[in-house]
């Protein structure tokens, strides 16, 4: 960067979280926007973040097996597919059920669609398919998430994901 290079913004200070638990958050802007919107568009990155952590845990994105550039983006286009597929059944789910698709969790809709997938393939009729759809999303409509009026007394269990690679052979 050059000797005097700048940018112009603001810096905002806002206390958030709710009770005992409040937090200062910094957030430095270029916008022009009143402070509280800016702070509600930061607050809709977190949807970006676990929209990620869905796309890498969930639909298995973390690790791409794949040895070639062209088996790469199939399965990158693959594992896209699938999650949009979900994201799918969770909002028409939600729009069903009157809910938000955010209520939805994720991987309740994933392993909804796994298991109905094999009877929407085999419906004999597009009357037995639209039974089996409708099926699809009030089941997958089951799976919201709970509504907590205050924070876990505890902190949140977390598994613990190892990578361990095998011993290196020795070659002959």
């Not at 916008?31 to 298995?60: C, F, H, M």
């Amino acid at each position: 960067m050059p000797a005097g290079a700048s940018v112009a913004g603001r810096l905002i200070a806002a206390r958030i979280g709710r009770g005992k638990s409040q937090e200062w958050l910094y957030v430095f802007t270029t916008l022009e926007l009143p402070w509280e919107q800016v702070l509600a568009l930061y607050g809709k990155r977190w949807n970006i973040e676990t929209d990620l952590r869905s796309l890498k845990r969930t639909v298995q994105l973390h690790h791409v097996a794949a040895r070639n550039e062209s088996m790469m983006e199939k399965e990158l286009l693959t594992a896209v597919a699938a999650y949009n597929l979900v994201r799918a059944v969770m909002a028409l789910a939600a729009r069903r059920h009157n809910l938000s698709p955010r209520q939805l969790s994720f991987t309740f809709a994933l392993n909804v669609v796994s298991a109905s997938w094999h009877r929407l393939q085999s419906a004999p009729d597009a009357d037995a398919y639209q039974r089996e759809v409708f099926g699809l999303l009030d089941a997958a409509a089951e799976g919201v998430h709970p509504n907590r009026k205050k924070r876990r007394s505890f902190p949140r269990a977390t598994w613990h994901r190892r990578h361990s690679f095998p011993a290196r052979k020795e070659s002959q």
